[in-house]
């Protein structure tokens, strides 16, 4: 219930946000007419198809992102009809048979009929529904996650209908009042005639901003300021954690440890690494610890270095690691992928590859890197979200070690020398946050171009940038969770402020190498260069994996990061830093 009320109050505060401005036109074509017949039916038809689309593409394959691509083009063709109507009412008399009847409606639609039917408005709510993005803030971040990653289910869907009816809600607040202020107009002015063709402009205008796709971009970097600090409070108030990567949480730990719950299934995973299948009933007896973990996730790899320590120093003493690697990125579904990183990275205890989140969805995870100790006794004892907090973590493995009856256990903590983008984060001077540069979850995008999803386009980047804002250079194709150089060379510019800049890159679909360039504020880096790049800046992508571009000797001032890549093909997913 707490989950649907945050859900409900989130989408009561889109009516602020600037990325509702497409739809504004739709909803107000409405206004002056019967808000029963008319306004109703409308919001209905957009919630319920808002719902229904949000859900299949939460869970559903690439069938359900082709059709919905199809269902936006069709449905921007009827608001562009319904536009027109109101532009010119005569236009839908004219329309030839078969389309007479529904000429007809149109005409109602365009408010020639003193009672407009219903089933015109729901269409046009339907319509409206598949062109609806509305901003993916903390609150729709957070359901649409949990959708994700937990599967179809009557929960996740009615969580996004209450997303909706609470859009649906301040909407029809909005248009009950522009109902009364489009009458007013009409008897003082007799304007009906121009304002009805104003609203059949604005209708035509938000259908072009969103075939442009300003609704998903530039609309989209209001939106985070208007909104963003709102929803965030929200959040807090309720309890919420919408971040799956960054909270850090830790379950009291003192001479007696709580019992949180039983090791649940492990079935599910699509292979192992380096052991047989394992299952709770075989590892009864055992210490145990689950790490949840995905290759590219920067958290997770600075964890490892510890687990790996662990596994090594208490495997005599009855310790099982298990890793479960939970992807985040499509390339990290690829098991070669995952062996290759698994063994670059030294990692020897047994890893269960869980593709489909089974392992996760039977923990009920929400994090990257997640750490569950559990007993000989199959209970599980301890958690921990996040890095850090290592000394704390290793003396609950010692003592449920002691509990399981194990003797001489080392009282003295692991030393780790971890080196590379396994170093610990200079965590006092990061300042810059995780950003994706996928449309999905893109924040901070400052190309001054026009920003359109899943098409090349040639982008050029601003002459200087705000903190934690990048650009793009060059012919670009933005996807859902990457933007792709689609051909010759191209820049990718980010301002930031860290000791550490990663980027999770990746070469072309053949598998051919990428060269690239790096410069900061316009300079090679020498000794404040990565470990998969020179002094003099330069590097290749030659595999899908995180790359260390950037490590400075003094991490105190903000910086322009530029990475020039020479070949096209390249992919780019997300930037980090530590």
Known sequence: MLLLLLAYLGGVLTIVSPCILPVLPFVFSRAGQSFVRSGLPLLAGMAVTFALVASLAAVGGGWVVAANQYGRWLALALVVIFGLTLLFPRLAERLTHPLVNAGNRLTSAAGNEAEPHPRTSFLLGIATGLLWAPCAGPILGLVLTGAALQGASLSTSLLLLAYALGAATSLACALLLGGKVFAAMKRSLGAGEWIRRGLGVLMLAGAAAIALGWDTGVLTQLSTASTGNLEQALIGRLGAAPDSAAPRTTASTGD???????????????????????????LRGKVVLVDFWTYSCINCL???????????????QGLVVIGVHAPEFAFERDIGNVTRAAKQLGVTYPVAIDNNYAIWKAFGNQYWPAHYFIDAQGRIRYHHFGEGEY???????????????????????ATVQAQGVQASADSAEVRSPETYLGYDRAEGFATRDKFVADTPVAYTAPAELALNHWALDGAWRIGAERSTLAQGTGRLVYRFHARDLHLVLGPDADGKPVRFKITIDGKPPGNDHG??????????????????LVRQQDASADHTFAIEFLDPGVSAYAFTFG
């Open 391 to 413: 000394d704390q973590s290793e003396r609950v493995i010692q003592q449920l070690l002691r509990e399981a009856g194990a003797s001489n256990v080392d009282a003295g903590l």
């Open 256 to 282: 007696t440890l709580p019992v949180e719950g039983t090791l649940p299934s492990l079935d599910g995973a699509v292979q192992w690494l380096n052991s047989p299948p394992l299952s709770a009933e075989q």
């Open 302 to 316: 600075r964890a490892l270095p510890y687990v790996e320590a662990w596994a090594q120093k208490y495997r005599d």
């Open 531 to 548: 470990m998969d790049v020179t002094a003099d800046g330069t590097g290749t992508v030659t595999e899908q994996r995180l790359y260390q």
